[in-house]
């Protein structure tokens, strides 16, 4: 990225491995119709744009090869597959936001001589840059920075690499007072080049590539904010200010994305939830949650809907929260995960007592261990085994963030035990319950699956990968070709888990943001480690397929995501309080009350507001708590024995007599896979 001591990215020049030409041959080039055509060693991007058309030329910002993106400038020296990136092109969105990065810290030195540029890397939505200086960046600072970065992007100047020496680079940076870079050149590998880029005077250590010129970059970006962070992420080193922005190849998008987070602001779950009175957190107990009654009663709404879709094809067990550290040993979980698991020895006095343990991260071991015992024959298969188990995992305190990023939490966690042959219809029959389900949570838009491969930390053979990702990868396409235009399929290259490849489920919400959210994971490997068969049909033993399966994922996290979704407005079967009844005058209190009870008897949550305060009032204050529904009652109700209905979000109101109002709301308040067979069986009997 923008100096060479940040990580590998997807647009890294990677064809080190392939076989390089030898001067003075013939490198055959591919283009992206299948024609080939040959041309001289060390021929560059640029040579062959230009002898195509100029105008291809003056497009272009960067090229392919073989899929890698590289400098246009770049000489090619192996046969390689060619494609030219223009700057709509969406791989060259990380381009712009890699050279802004670049821009800005040219921007931030010409203006504070004597600042040090350490690291600047992209990021998902765009890129920060680390400066160390005596004193701090702050916001105020922005609008100067921006400025002169547009002043440096209507300069245009060409992006230019060079490969220095390691001693000749070292020196330069240290002449420089660059010394934080010093630093970064020792620990850039013995093997690999030094490259600097340069614009026009200034120039960075870097990875690259970069586009054409800092022209390419555009003028829709925005600086966002600024943060300390320790050089190196060791808070012995030194504070250096980080300041993030973003980029985008047009303005339009830029306006989009800075809308999509005024709104995401509007509905951080967060505030939501400090206003509609559901949970909260508190130093005492970092990353876990503390429901109150309202959360407490969306959050089993959820589970309690879960339960339904589960009733009849799984059966709900409940494992132990802490186990002997052997079973992680065991599970590959101790060797694999340790840094994430919580541990503790015992308190015995006994030398026999000092074992340890730990809270367990996964329910699967313990699951194995319920299939375990007994007998089982193939004939009983597949047995799905579901747990609301409550999980613990480590997470850095600054990666915490509300109900999104905790660290103990609940997985709708199922594991399906099954044989070879029935992995498919399993992996299938889950897809249908993941996207059955988020419609009824009111994702009803394009969703990614995407199939997450080997991981280079895995257990297992080659051969059980290679089956297991065989097998995933037809689901896939199965999968793809059954959804019509809904589903979207993406290979994620070694992102399964270290025991198996799995589908990961993104959703995307109501302002436009993806979460990832259920999973479907195949495992050949834990059922073996731990023992667990099943009786074939030939009296043998025989090893199960382990599918583990999550739909939500963590329900403290998607009780968030929910909670963002619809802005605290809940579909009325979601709504923690679905009806408040409240009162015009004191005299209606009696029907009132009556109300209420009529109300808590047909099933719905409901409660009651006497207070002696003014009926709008009591309405903002209830629209702030977003409850659905306000039944105002006054003496004329009490004495027709009707109520007028408010609406969250809703100036008008409606008066409807008690009982049709009361059967309207248990109507709505149905919740959506209760309602269909319902609905069916009223078609059935018409």
């Known amino acids: 990225m923008t100096d060479q001591n940040t990580p590998a990215s997807g647009f890294q020049f990677g064809l080190a491995n392939l076989k390089a030409a030898e001067p003075g041959q013939k490198i055959t080039v591919t283009f992206p119709d299948g024609a080939k055509r040959e041309f001289p060693h060390g021929t560059t991007g640029l040579d062959i744009a230009k002898g195509i058309s100029p105008s291809l030329a003056k497009r272009t910002v960067a090229m392919a090869l073989d899929g890698h993106l590289a400098d246009l400038a770049d000489a090619i020296t192996r046969d390689a597959k060619i494609e030219f990136v223009n700057r709509d092109d969406p791989r060259a969105l990380e381009l712009i936001r890699h050279d802004a990065a670049h821009v800005l810290a040219e921007a931030v030195q010409a203006l504070w001589p004597g600042t040090q540029v350490t690291i600047g890397p992209t990021i998902e939505n765009g890129f920060y840059y680390d400066f160390f200086r005596n004193a701090p960046f702050t916001p105020d600072d922005f609008a100067a920075i921006e400025k002169k970065m547009r002043e440096i992007i209507a300069k245009d100047q060409p992006f230019t690499k060079e490969v220095w020496t390691r001693d000749q680079t070292k020196q330069v940076f240290k002449d420089k007072g660059e010394l934080f870079k010093v630093e970064l050149v020792d620990a850039i590998a013995a093997d690999q080049s030094i490259n600097i880029y340069k614009q026009g005077e200034w120039f960075d250590l870097c990875r690259g590539p970069h586009m054409t010129s800092t022209g390419k970059v555009g003028n829709a970006f925005k600086l966002m904010k600024v943060a300390g962070a320790y050089w190196r992420g060791d808070s012995n080193n030194p504070m250096l200010t980080r300041i993030y922005g973003t980029a985008f190849a047009k303005q339009e998008e830029l306006d989009g994305y800075l809308k999509q987070l005024e709104e995401a602001e509007k509905r951080d779950h967060r505030r939501l939830g400090r206003e509609m009175d559901l949970f909260h957190f508190q130093e005492e107990g970092p990353g876990v949650v503390f429901w109150h009654a309202k959360g407490w009663t969306l959050f089993q709404a959820i589970i309690a809907y879960m339960r339904r879709r589960l009733a009849g094809d799984y059966d709900e067990v409940n494992a132990p929260q802490i186990l002997d550290k052997a079973l992680w040993e065991t599970s590959g979980h101790w060797e694999w995960y340790r840094e994430n698991m919580f541990a503790a020895q015992s308190a015995g006095d006994e030398a026999e007592d000092k074992r340890w343990f730990a809270l367990k991260p996964m329910n699967c071991p313990g699951h194995v261990q319920i299939f375990k015992h007994g007998l089982k024959s193939y004939r009983e298969l597949p047995i799905r085994l579901a747990e609301f188990g409550i999980v613990h995992r480590y997470e850095p305190s600054g990666a915490m963030h509300g109900l999104l990023r905790v660290r103990g939490f609940t997985q709708d966690d199922a594991h399906v035990f099954c044989t070879e042959e029935q992995l498919a219809a399993e992996c299938l029959k889950i897809n249908d319950l993941i996207l059955s389900t988020y419609s009824d949570f009111g994702f009803d838009g394009e969703l990614v699956v995407k199939l997450s491969t080997r991981p280079e930390k895995r257990v297992g053979t080659d051969a059980a990968w290679d089956h297991a990702e065989d097998v995933m990868s037809k689901v896939l ?104 009844v409240a009162t015009i005058t004191s005299d209606a209190d009696d029907y009132a009350r009556d109300v209420l009870a009529q109300l808590r008897r047909a099933g719905l949550r409901a409660e009651i507001d006497l207070r002696n305060e003014k009926i709008n009032y009591k309405v903002r204050e209830h629209s702030l708590a977003k409850v659905p529904a306000l039944l105002v009652v006054g003496k004329k109700e009490a004495e027709t024995k009707a109520v007028s209905i408010r609406r969250l979000g809703s100036d008008g109101q409606k008066v409807m007599p008690l009982a049709e109002a009361i059967a309207s709301l248990v109507d709505e308040a149905t919740p959506p896979d209760v309602k269909r067979p319902n609905a069916e069986a009223t078609q059935a009997a018409e």
């Open 477 to 580: 396409a199965q999968i793809q070709s059954q959804s019509g235009n809904r589903i979207k399929t993406e290979i994620n290259p070694g992102e399964g888990a270290f025991y198996g490849p799995k589908f990961e489920y993104v959703l995307r919400d109501a302002i436009g943001r993806d979460w990832q959210c259920g999973t479907t994971q195949v495992d050949f490997n834990l059922p073996e480690r731990f023992g667990a068969f099943y009786i074939d049909a030939d009296s043998g033993k025989k090893t199960p397929v382990m599918v583990h399966r999550a739909i939500c994922g963590s329900l403290e996290r998607f009780t968030g995501i929910l909670i963002e979704h619809y802005a605290g407005h809940f579909p009325l079967w979601l709504a923690p309080v679905q009806i408040v």
